[in-house]
């Protein structure tokens, strides 16, 4: 079955230890999202990948960076993790944006922060 | 101002009972759409149901429909015949913006608990 894919599903990292986060789809979709969830909130976007261009949302702090070497997979990149990284960041695709736009989510990265 | 409004925390139904959950929004945007995601407790964003700002009918998945009012900017979510598995936090989303500036924007969900 096509599908959105994340690896690992919970990791586990140490205050301003590096840590990547992967997503990789089987759906060719062109349009690749990354959303952090935290506790008892809603998802928040934190930028997205059009093919190979990239865009940023006005908030996401500079900690958080992102990669996209092709069209099945991206990462999520963050530079010296803070306690208030704590969260499930997930994964989204979508085909193209518009009518046709509906998003598809992987099952989430749970990120502890000690 | 919420784009999004969701005013019900929480719900408790019986199972096979149907459910309506609520969901307001806000746009100036013509063009938008609507979107009812199911969230279980394994953290899983699961696509239930799309309706688009220019949809003449409600749309309707298996046992899930949209009910769209689009003059009250309303489009709560309708699961009939529930059942336990359908307990879970759900999620409405609304995409708005122009192509390769589109945004889905979410509100703070229902938590749907079915009760045997």
């Known amino acids: 079955d096509a599908m959105v894919i994340q690896n690992p599903r919970y990791q586990v990292t140490q205050f301003g230890k590096p840590v990547t986060l992967s997503c990789s789809q089987t759906?060719?979709?062109?349009?690749m999202y990354w959303y952090q969830q935290k506790s008892s909130q809603a998802p928040k976007l934190l930028f997205h990948?059009?093919?190979?261009?990239?865009?940023n949302e006005a908030d996401t702090p500079d900690n958080f960076q992102s990669r996209r070497p092709n069209t099945s997979f991206c990462f999520l990149d963050i530079r010296s993790p803070g306690l208030g990284d704590a969260a499930m960041y997930l994964c989204?695709?979508?085909?193209?944006?518009?009518?046709?736009?509906?998003?598809?989510f992987g099952p989430g990265t749970r990120l502890t922060v000690l | 101002a919420q784009k999004i409004t969701q005013t019900q925390p929480g719900m408790f139904v019986q199972e096979k009972e149907a459910v309506t959950l609520d969901c307001t929004y806000d746009?100036?945007?013509?063009?938008?759409?609507l979107f009812w995601y199911k969230q279980p407790s394994s953290g899983e964003m699961i696509f239930l149901i799309y309706?688009?700002?220019?949809?003449?009918q409600n749309a309707t998945e298996g046992r899930y429909s949209l009910n769209f009012q689009k003059a009250r900017k309303s489009a709560n979510l309708v699961i009939s015949a529930s059942q336990l598995g359908d307990s879970a936090m759900y999620f409405c989303a609304m995409r708005e913006g122009n192509f390769g500036n589109e945004k889905l924007t979410f509100g703070t969900g229902t938590r749907l608990t079915i009760i045997p």
């Open positions: 990948y059009y093919d190979k261009d990239f865009n």
């Open positions: 989204a695709t979508s085909r193209v944006y518009g009518a046709e736009g509906t998003q598809y």
């Open positions: 759906l060719n979709h062109n349009v």
């Open positions: 746009t100036s945007d013509p063009s938008y759409g």
């Open positions: 309706q688009g700002s220019y949809d003449q």
